[in-house]
C-alpha cells in the first residue's frame, strides 16, 4: 500500500513504511511511552521493538482518502494511560498531516503491557 496525493504540481506516492515511521516516531516523542510493541499472532507473545523496528508496533489502512492508525504500546508504571494515549493521538494526527499532507480519521492504541 502506498499513499497518493495529488496538488497542483503534480502526484506524490509515500510508501506505507515511512508513513508507519512517521507515526512511530511521533508516538516515540510521547511522555509515557516506554515501546512499541508488536504482537506475535502464533503465540501471544508480546516483543519490543527498538528505534529501528518502530513500523512493526503500527498498522495503517486506507478508508477513502483518510487513514486509520493502530498502535500497539508499552506505557510507564505510574502514569495515567488514558493522559498518555490522548497525547499519543494528537500526536501522531497532526504529524501525519503535517508531515505528509495525510488525514487521519481514527487513531486506535492497544496498551500492550507496563513496565515498572
Known amino acids: 500500500m502506498e499513499c497518493k496525493i495529488k496538488n497542483e504540481e503534480g502526484t506524490i506516492y509515500i510508501a506505507e513504511d515511512v508513513l508507519m515511521k512517521v507515526v512511530g516516531y511521533a508516538a516515540l516523542e510521547c511522555y509515557g511511552i516506554v515501546a512499541m510493541c508488536g504482537k506475535r499472532a502464533t503465540d501471544g507473545l508480546v516483543e519490543w521493538l527498538g528505534r529501528e523496528n518502530l513500523s512493526k508496533g503500527v498498522q495503517i489502512r486506507n478508508v477513502g482518502d483518510k487513514l486509520d492508525v493502530d498502535l500497539f504500546i508499552i506505557v510507564e508504571y ?39
Open 78 to 116: 505510574g502514569v495515567s494511560i488514558s493522559e498518555v494515549c490522548k497525547t499519543i493521538v494528537d500526536t501522531v494526527r497532526y504529524k501525519l498531516e503535517a508531515m505528509a499532507g495525510i488525514q487521519v480519521r481514527k487513531v486506535s492504541i492497544t496498551v500492550e503491557g507496563m513496565r515498572v
